[in-house]
């Protein structure tokens, strides 16, 4: 019996140490599966406030998007294309977040520029984006651009581009993460799935 806690006990520890890693590429990535929770960390708006995301979660439904920044032309199509389909994703009882590395004054540049009425949150430490189990290695020729965009605090890693349904309880219920940052899910893909979650 002993040893059967035992063996449990390093299991649980190394899913645990594997979400709170940087792999050391896209694909070696270990995130959270569809059951379990989004966990709480403190993240900043682009006011530069503190928020705590579970406080934001309990609100409302939410489609939580992790892009790698304002700076990356394949996530500020996508930021676009959540714009454009928000009414029909608030109109379904959801609300979006979207979470970068990129500092607080970035996300009001991508704000602008996308025409994002939704919440940025920056997780430049990477806190959330560690726990949530996409952080990878960046490769050297991202390393200046991520540097720059989180104001020196990340110099190391970059979110895989992910896309979590998530309820009040912060369970995920759906999830799609591509380690290829080209692809990305449909709006028209995304609203199917929160009308056949409803």
């Not at 019996?1 to 520890?13: A, D, E, N, P």
Request: hydrophobic share 40%; aromatic share 8%; net charge neutral.
């Amino acid at each position: 019996m002993k040893k059967i806690l035992f063996m449990f006990l390093v299991t649980l520890t190394s899913v645990a140490n594997a979400q709170n890693m940087i792999a050391k590429s896209a694909t070696d990535i270990a995130p959270l599966l569809i059951g379990e929770k989004i966990p709480n960390f403190t993240l900043k708006t682009s006011e530069n406030a503190d928020v705590d995301i579970s406080d934001l979660l309990k609100k409302k439904k939410t489609i939580l998007i992790f892009y790698r920044g304002g700076w990356c032309p394949y996530c500020n199509m996508h930021l676009q294309a959540m714009a454009e389909a928000e009414k029909q994703i608030l109109d379904l009882g959801y609300q979006i977040i979207a979470v970068s590395p990129d500092s607080p004054e970035n996300l009001k540049i991508t704000e602008e520029k996308d025409k994002v009425k939704y919440t940025l949150l920056s997780d430049s430490k990477g806190s959330l984006i560690k726990a949530v189990g996409i952080a990878y290695e960046a490769p050297e020729n991202y390393k200046s651009v991520i540097n720059v965009h989180s104001n020196e605090v990340n110099k190391s890693f970059l979110p895989v581009p992910s896309v979590f349904v998530v309820n009040t309880e912060s369970d995920i219920l759906f999830e799609y993460v591509s380690p290829d940052f080209k692809q990305r899910i449909t709006t028209e893909l995304l609203v199917s799935v929160l009308k056949n979650l409803k």
